[in-house]
């Protein structure tokens, strides 16, 4: 069973910068597309950044692209959204979902994290 566990979620000031982390277990990593979506409060989850397998192909939102980047370390089973210049409206839950393919819903979700982004 494939496992995902993200990590690095927390409070921040507007315009500061947090790390978030997808931990991959059970399964070939690297066969992997994986995502990242985000869910705010009362609201349906929303796609925000998502990486091919090989690595090459990512895409992103409109309402994130420029401040996050996606990455993977197939070595590591792990996968980053590294997140600049924090808004208050980022603060949401965020999730790492793995499938077979970056442009079809993922297949597998992991708990989430927190995110919180004060004015």
């Known amino acids: 069973q494939v496992q995902l566990v993200e990590s690095g979620g927390g409070l921040v000031q507007a315009g500061g910068s947090l790390r978030l982390s997808c931990a991959v277990s059970g399964g070939t990593f690297s066969t992997y597309a994986i995502h990242w979506f985000r869910q705010h409060p009362g609201k349906e989850r929303e796609f925000i950044a998502g990486i091919s397998s090989s690595g090459v192909t990512t895409d992103y939102a409109e309402s994130v692209k420029g401040r996050f980047t996606i990455s993977r370390d197939n070595a590591k089973n792990t996968v980053h959204l590294q997140m600049n210049s924090l808004k208050p409206e980022d603060t949401a839950d965020y999730y790492c979902?793995?499938?077979?393919?970056?442009?079809?819903?993922?297949?597998?979700w992991g708990r989430g994290t927190h995110v919180s982004v004060s004015s």
């Open positions: 979902a793995a499938g077979q393919f970056l442009a079809i819903t993922p297949h597998y």
